[in-house]
């Protein structure tokens, strides 16, 4: 498939991030000239690298060349030097999005949205149309473990994407398939109140094609209401719904290797078997089976597929075993998704106890919602509570760690806004037979191997 003509040559400022790595490997699987810069080296650029973009450490105006555009993030300030230059030399300026938007042109997309369980279930879908020999084009706002990456140029004619919501770009796609997982008001930095963020998803649902399919959880009021407003077919699924074209919930269980849930759908019950932990996960895994049966894959194919799912990059990752202590990585970084994933952690678990090490991430988020992370830690055993990692705001006063810490009730409570100090705190806590889990969506990705490591040397 060809490239754009705006993508000939495209330079891609903070070509690191998540979203911007993934187009830029798509770009070049298609034969683009791909040039960009970031602040620090990432272990993405090897690949990068390898496959023939110019990367630079560093962001500076000579940096650019002379692309045909420069793709940027939301992240990306206008006092960038080389989006500053870009602008001053009439050089075009796309957002990530919309060089995603351009790179799905000709394909069937499927785009999954929702505020929580967007990467995995976009990695669900992908790791199952494979299964299936679909050869989809993806592109992933995380790493899948069969892969290692987040984006990848298919064959198959169909175009798989996670749809982000955090700035109302996901508003540039018009996917023939859409999932909304839910809806629950988050990133309110951006959207200034509830009833603005859900607004977006309003408008999301009406760039679905005509003859497209939104694909909705009934469990989520929010999410199932966005089908009513839908002027396209709807599909509901959920242990609440009952429609003739939904997929019932009929029961799900826990097992040691993760989950079985089983559903009813137009009259025929089926088994679909999740490699990872969580009920939460059991209703991704049938949000992915919907969409792939729209997009003309075979149900048992997707069902065995979606049994075979590895898993992404800080979903509930393990990191290492010290001793009879376990540790894992996840990316949760709201209170539904803290909660969701702490009563997986539990069940994983067994008999041994739950300790968190959790880093609040946004100074907006933490504020907005202390009161709600506080409820939803106190479902484990030992929770260390981190300060804030601020990302791309700048610290509010009055608001840290200790908002969360301060809250919790049922657990016990450790609040170590030092980050070196953490690493001996965390081994100091845990018993043989615990399983630890770093959380966040900062850098308290760092510390698991670190813990691993302190563990050993005591060992």
Do not use: W
Not at 280 to 302: R, S
């Amino acid at each position: 498939m060809s490239v754009p003509p705006q993508l000939e040559r495209a330079h891609l400022i903070g070509i690191g991030g998540a979203g911007m790595s993934g187009i830029a490997r798509i770009l070049l699987a298609r034969g683009a000239k791909v040039s960009g810069s970031d602040a620090k080296d990432s272990r993405a650029f090897l690949s990068l690298r390898a496959q023939g973009a110019r990367i630079e450490i560093g962001q500076r105006a000579e940096n650019l060349g002379e692309p045909s555009a420069v793709v940027v993030s939301t992240a990306i300030k206008e006092t960038n030097p080389e989006l500053a230059a870009a602008r001053e030399r009439g050089i075009p300026v796309l957002h990530r999005a919309q060089a995603l938007a351009l790179l799905m042109e000709g394909h069937r997309v499927a785009c999954i949205a929702g505020t929580h369980g967007k990467t995995s279930t976009t990695s669900m879908l992908t790791v199952a149309l494979q299964h299936c020999r679909l050869d989809p084009s993806f592109a992933i706002g995380g790493d899948l473990n069969e892969s290692g990456a987040n984006a990848h140029h298919g064959e198959g004619g169909i175009f798989v994407a996670e749809a982000d919501e955090s700035d109302g770009s996901f508003l540039t796609y018009s996917p023939s398939v859409a999932v909304v997982t839910n809806v629950e008001p988050d990133h309110l930095d951006h959207h200034g109140t509830p009833e603005a963020y859900t607004a977006v998803f309003t408008e999301f649902v009406k760039r679905i094609q005509p003859d497209g399919l939104l694909i909705v959880c009934g469990d989520d009021a929010a999410a199932s209401a966005l089908g009513e407003q839908a002027g396209v077919r709807v599909q509901r699924y959920g242990r609440t719904v009952t429609g003739e074209d939904d997929a019932r919930v009929l029961d799900y269980r826990a097992t040691d290797t993760g989950g079985m849930v089983r559903i009813s759908l137009r009259g025929e019950e089926i088994l679909v078997p999740v490699a990872v932990p969580g009920e939460h996960m059991a209703l991704n895994a049938v949000a992915a089976l919907l969409a792939g049966i729209e997009l003309g894959a075979p149900v048992d194919g997707l069902a065995e597929g979606l049994g075979a799912f590895g898993g992404v990059r800080r979903r509930f990752e393990f990191k290492g075993r010290a001793g009879d202590v376990r540790v894992y990585d996840d990316y949760a970084h709201h209170p539904t998704e803290v909660a969701a994933q702490l009563r997986a952690v539990r069940h994983a678990a067994g008999s041994g106890r739950v300790v968190v090490v959790f880093q609040p991430h946004l100074y907006s988020r933490t504020k907005t919602f202390a009161a709600e992370f506080a409820q939803a830690l106190s479902l484990a055993d030992e929770v260390v509570v981190l300060d804030v990692y601020g990302a791309r705001e700048e610290p509010q006063p009055g608001v840290s760690g200790a908002l969360i810490a301060d809250r919790i009730t049922g657990a016990g409570v450790h609040y170590e806004p030092a980050f070196d100090r953490v690493v001996p705190l965390a081994a100091d806590l845990v018993k043989p037979g615990d399983l630890l889990v770093t959380m966040g969506a900062g850098d308290v990705t760092q510390l698991g191997p670190e813990i691993l490591a302190e563990l050993d040397r005591r060992a």
